[in-house]
């Protein structure tokens, strides 16, 4: 099976602008969680969809937000972009979500923020 | 509120030697806890995880961790340290309650192999 895969893989942004970061689940996967990782607050849970639904949502404030589409393929969003949002932004799929189930992660998209 | 409390933010051991990264937790509920591991530009990879049962638990790459409820430890251990174990490693543990699988991370230990 294929992993996880998200794209793009490296991103610059200016200030102010917005960004879409897609991620690819592994086929049959329908939760779909994102995690910020910066050196200083470390990995952060964003939100986690479940079947186009967001089942969760961590501390982050309304510039963040995420969908999930029927084949369960995931996008988050980013407006307004401030310097602090330059992260690798990580993607993590399992089955049917649950505390007990493995997350898969992709290799990240990695974002700028100049 | 949950928590994982990784001591050590660098480890540095030589190539042979023995492995050892600490975390420690705080749940108010049984915890479910995992180990990751990050290699430079990379994603997360599973090393292994523990949720009920027998408590030493192991995983891929000669790793394996020892829950222990009294101490509320989970600490990674592996035998004899290999160059190509030089990365970083998150403790976690999944937060309680609910459908939910968010995790919480700790701080991460980067490990470092001499030759």
């Known amino acids: 099976k294929a992993g996880v895969t998200q794209t793009p893989r490296y991103l610059i942004k200016t200030r102010g602008q917005q960004v879409t970061l897609s991620c690819s689940p592994i086929?049959?996967?329908?939760?779909v969680s994102w995690y910020q990782q910066t050196p200083g607050q470390g990995l952060q849970f964003l939100f986690e969809?479940?079947?186009?639904?967001?089942?969760n949502k961590g501390n982050f404030p309304g510039r963040f937000s995420g969908r999930q589409f029927s084949n369960s393929r995931s996008e988050m969003n980013v407006s307004t972009l401030e310097l602090g949002d330059s992260a690798l932004y990580l993607c993590a799929s399992s089955s049917a979500g649950g505390r007990l189930e493995t997350q898969y992660f992709g290799p990240g998209t990695r974002l700028l923020v100049l | 509120a949950q928590s994982v409390t990784q001591l050590g933010s660098h480890v540095s051991v030589s190539e042979g030697a023995l492995v050892l990264l600490r975390c420690n937790y705080s749940?108010?509920?049984?915890?479910?806890l995992f180990w990751y591991v990050q290699y430079p530009n990379q994603g997360l990879q599973l090393l292994l995880k523990y949720t009920t049962g027998a408590t030493l638990v192991k995983g891929i790459n000669g790793f394996e961790a020892e829950f222990k409820k009294s101490e509320t430890s989970f600490h990674l251990t592996k035998p004899s340290a290999h160059m190509s174990d030089a990365a970083e490693y998150f403790c976690a543990v999944s937060e309680k309650g609910g459908a939910t699988n968010k995790l919480i991370f700790g701080t991460g230990t980067l490990l470092a192999v001499q030759p």
């Open positions: 086929s049959g996967h329908r939760s």
């Open positions: 969809y479940f079947s186009e639904t967001q089942r």
């Open positions: 749940s108010s509920v049984p915890p479910y």
